[in-house]
């Protein structure tokens, strides 16, 4: 079992950073890889970004590549999602979640979080 906790979420001007957490509770957390989720009011949950158990392979979304950065520290039990140079179409609910093999399908991942508002005005 895998407790997710957001947090770092809020409300920022277009061109601004945020960066958000996501804490993980469980012994199994390392052997875990991670995700990240965004879903806007009245679309699907995208896929943002991910992260091998190990952290050593990343993947992004296009629409966000070259902006956040996805890393995940196993001994604090925490994977982040830097967020850089934000535009109003990131505005959505944030989404960590824990998947044995990691893949865009939010189907595939076995465990979420609550969500964080990110909020990007213009």
Known sequence: QVQLVESGGG??????SLRLSCA???RTFSSYAMGW????????????AAISWRGGSTYYADSVKG???????????????????LKPEDT??????????????????DYWGQGTQVTVSS
């Open 11 to 16: 409300l920022v001007q277009a061109g601004a």
């Open 24 to 26: 993980a509770s469980g």
């Open 67 to 85: 902006r956040f950065t996805i890393s995940r520290d196993n001994a604090k039990n925490t994977v982040y999602l830097q967020m850089n140079s």
């Open 37 to 48: 989720f965004r879903q806007a009011p009245g679309k699907e949950r995208d896929f943002v």
């Open 92 to 109: 959505a609910v944030y989404y960590c979640a824990a998947t044995r093999r990691i893949m865009y399908d939010p189907k595939g991942y």
